[in-house]
């Protein structure tokens, strides 16, 4: 058969020693998987291998290449080749709209059509899988969405992370206004994903592993070569099952499971958390030897003259993004806790300060070669002295705004 791997018998496996066959209960919905990432080598790879272990799969593909041209082009294949080929115009000169506007019938007409069991969606290299799992699910009568899958070759790892280049340079923006980079975007893709899909690189070493590992350490890590083991291992992943809601849940920066600390084979993580605000016009100061100060950094932070907005901190490729990211609980009225989804809520519990609430500093700094203690340095260094802290928010409030161009752009 075109498209299957020779070299194991890991097609012959299925539903036998290598994957029994039992799935996400899709009570009667297609099936649809995501793969993701800006690997394109490393996800090809792995979408091949579910076409080839899953029968009754078919993997779409929407090529963004072609939008400069007015159009994306579609093509639906299984593991003998191509099925169909089609395209679809631009929607509001943004490529990725037209595959969200594109996608979603093409896969109701596989729900129809009766013997597709996997459908598979390749997502194009910058193409970041939330807006497409969430667009999916909405059609939640006839689909469901069993999985996000994330394919990562590690010897590429640090080298895309650390990649301050924007998407258009590399031509890979989606639209004419796309301002994304390499880094965040590769950043995002890898981190929203439970399950990471794994190429067997021979340039990898102990250091790309380990930080793959500790950027996101809750990830189900699968092989995507290898016998039939892996084969299944990599086809019960992409029927596992997967929720939404959760998922953005922990995308806020409020409730995100942010690494732990850990240190090993050259990388470290260092977790950095005070209950006490920072001065605005230090910590601004500070932006750019913090920023560069690891390969990867995130969490949620508190200005003294914003007590009430819980502020996001991401940065990746050398560049960071300081966002609102709405109230701080311990800033509302206790009615609106009501419609607070539940992990924030536990999240809140594990962080509550009796004077301050949920507000915190909460910053997660990973990358190899990792100096911890100037980076606790020069935090520490921004925060209010005891002599301002003791002052109290009124005097706070009137602190030089050093954040508003930042936040208001």
């Known amino acids: 058969m075109a498209g299957r791997d020779d070299s194991d018998d890991s097609y012959d496996s299925y539903g036998k020693d290598s994957y029994d066959g039992r799935a996400y209960d899709t009570d009667g919905r297609l099936a649809v998987a995501i ?9 090809r ?23 400069g041209r007015g159009t994306v082009v579609r093509t639906v294949r299984d593991a003998t080749g191509p099925l169909s080929r089609g395209e679809a115009p631009l929607v509001n000169d943004c490529a990725c709209c037209a595959l969200r506007e594109d996608l979603v019938p093409e896969l109701e007409r596989l729900a129809d059509g009766g013997p597709t069991r996997l ?32 394919a ?36 995002r893709q890898l981190e929203y994903a439970p399950v990471l899909a794994v190429a067997d690189s021979p340039l990898a070493d102990d250091e790309d592993r380990a930080l793959l590992a500790q950027l996101h350490p809750t990830a189900r890590q699968v092989r995507i070569d290898g016998g039939a083991a892996s084969a ?47 001065h605005p016009e ?10 560069c100060a690891a390969a990867r950094s995130r969490g949620r932070f508190w200005l003294a003259d914003r007590p009430d907005t819980l502020l996001a901190w991401d940065a990746a490729g050398g560049a960071l993004c300081v966002e609102s990211a709405g109230p701080w ?81």
Request: with cysteine.
């Open 282 to 291: 230090r910590l601004y100061r500070a932006l750019e030897d913090l920023t």
């Open 119 to 150: 459908a598979i969606v390749e997502l194009w290299d910058s193409v970041e899988p939330r807006a497409v799992a969430e667009a999916v699910a909405a059609h939640g009568e006839r689909l469901v969405v069993t999985s996000v899958l994330t």
């Open 35 to 43: 793969v993701c990432g800006l690997h394109a080598d490393a996800r």
């Open 329 to 409: 609980l311990a800033s509302l009225p206790d009615a609106a806790w009501e419609t607070v989804p539940p992990l924030r809520r536990v999240a809140v519990a594990l962080d509550w300060h009796p004077e301050h609430g949920d507000r915190c500093q909460h910053l997660v700094f990973t990358s190899p070669g990792l100096d911890r203690g100037q980076i606790e340095l020069l935090l520490d260094s921004c925060l209010l002295t005891d002599a301002e802290y003791a002052a109290g928010r009124l005097a706070w409030k009137r602190l030089p705004p050093a954040f508003d161009s930042l936040l208001e752009a």
């Open 232 to 278: 299944g291992e990599l086809a019960a992943a992409a029927l596992a099952g997967f929720d939404v809601d959760e998922a953005a849940a922990r995308q806020h920066p409020a409730c995100a499971l942010l690494p732990q600390e850990a240190d090993a084979c050259g990388v470290g993580t260092y977790v950095w958390h005070r209950a006490r605000p920072f």
């Open 45 to 67: 790879a792995a979408v091949r291998r579910l076409l080839g272990t899953v029968p009754g799969s078919v993997a779409l593909h929407h090529d963004l290449s072609t939008a």
């Open 152 to 187: 990562v070759d590690p010897a590429l790892l640090l080298p895309y992370l650390g990649n301050g280049d924007d998407l258009s340079a590399a031509g890979l923006a989606a639209a004419a206004s796309d301002r994304r980079t390499i880094a965040d975007t590769w950043a």
